[in-house]
C-alpha cells in the first residue's frame, strides 16, 4: 500500500489560514506531508476566533499566494464558504458549495482537486451528506471529525475518519505515536492525524507539536505522504 512499506502518516488542516505558513515550514523541516482543505470563496479573508478563552487569528491565506504556500503538499476541498452541510437543506446547494470549490482551487493549483473535508462543527456529516457527495459530486476521498484512536485502513473513502485530532486529543496523540512507531507491521497502519493550525496558538503548542515531529520524522518503516498519496490504492 505504501510503497514498500507497512506504515504511513499524513495530516489534514482544515480552513487555509496563514498559521499554516508556520506549520507547512515544520513539515518541510521533518519531511512530513500535509493536505489542507481550502474554502475558495473565504480566501483572503480577515478574521479571528475566541477558542478556551483565547483569541487567536483567523485570516485565510490570500488567492495568488496560496499556489506558493502551499508548494509540496496536496490542497483539497473544504466548500466554498465553510457552512456545515447537514444544516443545509437543499441538495443543489451542498453540491454547488463542493463542485465550485473543488473547480476554482483546481484552477488555482493547476491539478484537479479530488479531495475533500466535511466544515462545520461536530456532527458536520450524516447519511444524506455523505450520500450526496458519493452520488452527485467528484469527490474521491471526504475527511470526517471523528476521531478513531486506531490505524486501520479506511472502509469508505466518502466517510474518512481520521486517528486523532491533533489539538483536543494531544495527548492521545502522543501516546499513539509511541505505539505506533514500536508496532511490528502485520497488516498497513495508517497514522491520520488532523487539525486547524490555528489551534495551536490558543495554548502556544507549536514547541510541543515540533518535538512530535521530531519524534516521528526519519523511520526508514514509515510512508510521510498526503492525505491522496496514502489513500491510493483504497480510493
Same mark, same amino acid.
Given at each position: 500500500?505504501?510503497?514498500?512499506?507497512?506504515?504511513?502518516?499524513?495530516?489534514?488542516?482544515?480552513?487555509?489560514?496563514?498559521?499554516?505558513?508556520?506549520?507547512?515550514?515544520?513539515?518541510?523541516?521533518?519531511?512530513?506531508?500535509?493536505?489542507?482543505?481550502?474554502?475558495?470563496?473565504?480566501?483572503?479573508?480577515?478574521?479571528?476566533?475566541?477558542?478556551?478563552?483565547?483569541?487567536?487569528?483567523?485570516?485565510?491565506?490570500?488567492?495568488?499566494?496560496?499556489?506558493?504556500?502551499?508548494?509540496?503538499?496536496?490542497?483539497?476541498?473544504?466548500?466554498?464558504?465553510?457552512?456545515?452541510?447537514?444544516?443545509?437543506?437543499?441538495?443543489?446547494?451542498?453540491?454547488?458549495?463542493?463542485?465550485?470549490?473543488?473547480?476554482?482551487?483546481?484552477?488555482?493549483?493547476? *491539478? +484537479?482537486?479530488?479531495?475533500?473535508?466535511?466544515?462545520?462543527?461536530?456532527?458536520? !456529516?450524516? /447519511? #444524506?451528506? &455523505? =450520500?450526496?457527495?458519493?452520488?452527485?459530486?467528484?469527490?474521491?476521498?471526504?475527511?470526517?471529525?471523528?476521531?478513531?484512536?486506531?490505524?486501520?485502513?479506511?472502509?469508505?473513502?466518502?466517510?474518512?475518519?481520521?486517528?486523532?485530532?491533533?489539538?483536543?486529543?494531544?495527548?492521545?496523540?502522543?501516546?499513539?505515536?509511541?505505539?505506533?512507531?514500536?508496532?511490528?507491521?502485520?497488516?498497513?497502519?495508517?497514522?491520520?492525524?488532523?487539525?486547524?493550525? *490555528? +489551534?495551536?496558538?490558543?495554548?502556544?503548542?507549536?514547541?510541543?507539536?515540533?518535538? !512530535?515531529? /521530531? #519524534?516521528? &520524522? =526519519?523511520?526508514?518503516?514509515?510512508?510521510?505522504?498526503?492525505?491522496?498519496?496514502?489513500?491510493?490504492?483504497?480510493?
Amino acid at each position: 500500500m505504501f510503497g514498500t512499506k507497512k506504515k504511513a502518516i499524513t495530516f489534514s488542516y482544515d480552513d487555509g489560514v496563514t498559521q499554516d505558513v508556520r506549520l507547512i515550514a515544520l513539515f518541510d523541516k521533518y519531511g512530513m506531508k500535509g493536505t489542507f482543505n481550502l474554502n475558495s470563496g473565504l480566501m483572503g479573508l480577515p478574521g479571528e476566533l475566541v477558542r478556551e478563552g483565547a483569541t487567536v487569528s483567523h485570516v485565510k491565506i490570500p488567492r495568488d499566494e496560496a499556489p506558493q504556500v502551499y508548494r509540496g503538499h496536496e490542497v483539497a476541498a473544504h466548500t466554498v464558504t465553510h457552512p456545515n452541510l447537514t444544516e443545509v437543506s437543499d441538495e443543489a446547494e451542498i453540491v454547488r458549495q463542493i463542485e465550485e470549490d473543488r473547480a476554482a482551487l483546481s484552477d488555482i493549483f493547476g *491539478y +484537479e482537486v479530488r479531495g475533500f473535508a466535511y466544515p462545520g462543527g461536530r456532527p458536520n !456529516f450524516d /447519511d #444524506r451528506v &455523505a =450520500g450526496i457527495v458519493r452520488a452527485k459530486t467528484g469527490v474521491s476521498f471526504a475527511r470526517t471529525t471523528a476521531s478513531t484512536l486506531a490505524f486501520g485502513l479506511p472502509r469508505d473513502p466518502i466517510v474518512l475518519k481520521p486517528t486523532v485530532h491533533q489539538h483536543s486529543q494531544f495527548s492521545e496523540m502522543e501516546r499513539l505515536l509511541d505505539e505506533f512507531l514500536s508496532a511490528e507491521a502485520e497488516e498497513p497502519m495508517l497514522f491520520y492525524i488532523w487539525g486547524h493550525a *490555528y +489551534e495551536l496558538d490558543i495554548r502556544d503548542e507549536w514547541e510541543r507539536l515540533e518535538r !512530535f515531529l /521530531d #519524534r516521528a &520524522a =526519519g523511520h526508514d518503516d514509515v510512508f510521510y505522504g498526503t492525505n491522496s498519496q496514502c489513500l491510493s490504492g483504497r480510493v
